[in-house]
């Protein structure tokens, strides 16, 4: 639900980017995309990663409150797992975990394959 915050932090250090730089990357034989890419991280790892943890802190501060005040709704997952975590169900922690990577993983592949698709 913060994630956002990261994307607009990301996209406004890309706007800081000199397009002068880039056409330079591009004559020196980058593409645009990596050159962009590159640059960017380059010079720009501190503002995407300070985004990256204040997303991640509002999120954990969604967790607590969602722990904290618990509406007879359908639970969340991450409710769910803390409770399993204080109460030390290992077994249910692992098998969760495991559900999890499992939604996860096919997207991975997916992108995996078009990136080497487009580099290809």
């Known amino acids: 639900r913060f994630g956002?915050?990261?994307?607009?932090?990301?996209?406004?250090?890309?706007?800081?980017?000199?397009?002068?730089l880039v056409?330079?990357?591009?004559v020196d034989g980058a593409d645009a995309g990596a050159a962009r890419l590159s640059i960017q991280l380059r010079n720009h790892w501190p503002v995407i990663l300070a985004g990256?943890?204040?997303?991640?802190?509002?999120?954990?501060?969604?967790?607590?409150?969602v722990s904290i005040v618990?509406?007879?709704t359908p639970r969340m997952m991450s409710?769910?797992?803390i409770e399993k975590f204080h109460r030390f169900e290992t077994g249910m922690l692992v098998a969760m975990s495991l559900w999890m990577v499992a939604c996860v993983v096919p997207g991975a592949i997916l992108t995996a394959f078009v990136v080497r698709r487009r580099r290809g």
């Open 52 to 65: 990256w943890l204040i997303a991640s802190a509002m999120a954990m501060g969604d967790v607590a409150v």
């Open 70 to 72: 618990q509406v007879p």
């Open 23 to 26: 056409g330079q990357a591009a």
């Open 79 to 81: 409710t769910i797992l």
């Open 4 to 20: 956002w915050i990261g994307v607009l932090a990301a996209w406004l250090a890309s706007l800081t980017v000199p397009r002068d």
